[in-house]
């Protein structure tokens, strides 16, 4: 069910509750700041005790409008060299299928693309990633079990330069964001990226799973104290109506989500599109 759907539902019938209505935002996903907002100002209109669910609606719209960028925002692209997007996230998020999801993306641009398998704690991970790029035809840089992340990197951007690549896709272990020891690990590859080009990598990615509610925020937080994050994927936002921590991640961490994951099949990724979120959503 849509999310303002519901809203109507629980609403019309009665007199706005200013405390269920603070839950029901809340269970949405819009985060604490955002609900606090909208409640904010519908409180501050004349008459706020009169208001109903068609003002709740509007003000809910506006402020939604106000916090998400109207335009998409661009892959950032390297000049003369490859485009290095690192993917980052804990596990379950879909991170490898949406790694190899980003690479037909590209490849439907007319760009040439090279994975690097650097989730090197887990075997499955590296055969999972190696099905995908022998389906879409593309390169991919592996490791042995165990092996160093920031190496692989390392190696895997000096093979994208020799053959001119366009992108490089680092798909990178799956962690908790609480485990500060496998943090230092992604920051070990970050600089590693950056000893042979200081702006790589170019994009920081995060998977999220939309249907993981405010502990997508958590896991942003983290990852970008961490890394500085550039954007998000957003994984199973097929319709549910779930999505709000789109919303709350861009409100209090101003990332942007950058692509998103609507299906199983490697054609079920685009894009974000803002206007095409909110028809979805509301």
């Known amino acids: 069910m ?47 005790s009169l208001l109903g669910i068609g003002h709740v609606i509007k003000a809910v719209r506006e402020e939604i ?6 335009d998409p925002t661009p892959i950032r692209r390297a000049t003369g060299k490859p485009t290095v997007v690192l993917i980052v996230g804990v596990n379950g998020t879909g991170k490898t299928t949406s790694t190899a999801k980003l690479a037909h993306c590209l490849q439907k641009s007319q760009q040439t693309v090279l994975l690097a398998a650097a989730d090197t704690f887990r075997a499955a991970a590296i055969e999972q990633l190696a099905i995908w790029a022998k389906r879409l035809g593309v390169e991919m840089v592996r490791a042995e079990y165990g092996a160093d992340p920031a190496a692989l990197c390392y190696d895997a951007y000096r093979s994208a330069a020799k053959t001119k690549t366009d992108f490089l896709l680092c798909d990178t272990a799956g962690r908790q964001h609480t485990k500060a ?21 170019h994009e920081t990615l995060l998977v999220v799973d939309a249907t993981t509610g405010s502990n997508a925020l958590n896991q942003a937080r983290e990852f970008h104290n961490a890394l500085a994050l550039t954007g998000l994927i957003v994984t199973k936002l097929d319709g549910s109506g779930k999505g709000g921590i789109v919303i709350a991640i861009q409100d209090e961490l101003g990332i942007p989500t950058r692509f998103v994951g609507t299906g199983e099949k490697i054609e079920d990724f685009a894009p974000f599109n803002v206007q095409d979120f909110l028809a979805n959503m509301l």
């Open 2 to 48: 849509k999310f303002l759907e519901s809203l109507v539902q629980q609403f019309a019938a009665k007199p706005i509750d200013w405390d269920e209505l603070e839950e029901a935002l809340i269970r949405a996903d819009l985060g604490v700041s955002m609900t606090t907002r909208i409640i904010k100002v519908l409180r501050e209109r004349e008459a706020w």
């Open 65 to 70: 409008g106000r916090i998400l960028p109207r």
């Open 181 to 201: 020891n496998l943090m230092a690990e992604l920051q070990k590859a970050k600089r590693s990226l950056g000893k042979l080009d200081p702006d790589a990598p």
